[in-house]
């Protein structure tokens, strides 16, 4: 096939982007673990000068994850954070970011403890509240800055409804997908400006590689931060980006299993008697459901509860046997996390409890286990941190 805008995404996972090298006809991208480039003159390179301004290599995951999002333009980045820094460095002394109420503690973290040093400032808003967006959008905002499903209560955003209403006050629409990727999620089809992803999660796969990516397809915009992007530095190395070509290779069959799971665990949860609350947008009770529906392939494989009164969470995350506490998500392996003190540790107690990130608050990072060997290490978790 000629055309690979023709091809459906769970090929285009696999023959997307850069698809082989043509000097030699390799079926993978070759690691050019190369710092600078022979030239053949003075102003006479062969495409490539040095490897923080671009490498072959990540070059091709570029134009992949560009090609998955259904954008133009693709970067890549040594991790998430190098992603949203860049980005945000788009902006100036005096704007204002209009951002989702509960974002990764790490959004949180450099949006107040460094770019408002620099008179970058923020409104954290309910951006699935159309009507809240539309009022905290005032002349010094620039931008609206959405997660959707948001971490860590899956707070779901209608992207195409606050990008009508942001589009018409002239303000750009960045979103973090992270939670779902382009596989379950598009936000450049749905009006979204910017398209954000920390690579280390579901991209990758495999917890063995961190990266983030930016996609656009506004070629000014793209000139704009290819520029940041080779002034600030913080690029994906070459090795990184062959992980990453082939941790999405396999990010179909990975997303179908991993949402699989989740959605029984959910419903398990849901009527175990254990929790007094479960954040999934693929249950039909979740607020975001019919937003979710509408706008993504799938509910995604991330999902919060808290634990009844009568059950220690200390104790059930000591009690754990097969699922591993640790930060990050994403990976084959299923991952607990305590948001208050782990992910979100930055984000001030006030604000936590204000938006329902209570102590209590559990983050459940489906992987790809037997589902029947997840809800067992669960339950009997839960059993053992009975208080009594």
Not at 225 to 244: C, E, H, K, T
Not at 342 to 350: E, L
């Amino acid at each position: 096939m000629s055309d690979k805008k023709e091809l459906k995404l769970r090929s285009l996972l696999i023959h997307g982007g850069i698809e082989r090298d043509e000097a030699t006809g390799a079926v993978n991208i070759p690691i050019y673990q190369t710092s600078t480039y022979k030239q053949d003159g003075l102003g006479q390179d062969r495409g490539w000068e040095y490897s923080r301004t671009g490498n072959p290599t990540r070059a091709a995951v570029e134009k992949l994850i560009a090609d998955l999002e259904q954008g133009a333009f693709g970067l890549a980045f040594a991790s998430g954070l190098a992603a949203i820094s860049t980005v945000l460095s788009l902006f100036q002394s005096g704007d204002k970011l209009v951002v989702s109420d509960n974002i990764y503690g790490g959004t949180f973290r450099i949006l107040d403890n460094v770019f408002k040093h620099f008179g970058i400032t923020y409104k954290i808003v309910d951006t699935s509240d159309l009507a809240k967006v539309e009022a905290a959008i005032d002349e010094d905002v620039k931008a609206v800055y959405i997660e959707s499903p948001a971490n860590p209560l899956l707070t779901v955003t209608d992207i195409a409804a606050v990008s009508e209403v942001a589009h018409k006050k002239g303000k750009l629409v960045i979103v973090d997908n992270t939670f779902l990727t382009p596989y379950l999620q598009r936000p450049l089809t749905l009006g979204a400006d910017i398209v954000i992803h920390s690579g280390t999660k579901y991209l990758g796969g495999h917890s063995d590689t961190i990266s983030g990516f930016v996609v656009v397809n506004d070629e000014k915009l793209a000139e704009r931060l290819y520029y940041l992007q080779n002034a600030i530095g913080g690029v994906l190395a070459p090795w990184d980006s062959f992980l990453m070509i082939r941790g999405i290779k396999t990010l179909g069959v990975r997303m179908d299993r991993h949402v699989e799971n989740a959605q029984k665990i959910a419903k398990w949860l849901l009527e175990s008697g254990y929790v007094s609350r479960v954040y999934y947008p693929g249950l039909e009770s979740d607020p975001g459901y019919v937003v979710q529906k509408k706008q993504a392939d799938g509910p995604g494989a991330m999902i919060s509860f808290v634990l009844k009164e009568g059950y220690d969470y200390k104790a059930f995350f000591k009690n754990l046997k097969l699922i591993t506490l640790a930060e990050s998500l994403g990976g084959v392996e299923s991952l607990v996390c305590h948001p208050a003190s782990m992910t979100h540790a930055a984000i001030p107690a006030d604000i936590r409890k204000q938006v329902g990130i209570v102590d209590e608050l559990i983050r459940f990072s489906v992987g790809i286990e037997d589902v029947t060997d997840l809800i067992a290490d669960l339950e009997q978790a839960i059993e053992n941190a009975k208080i009594g």
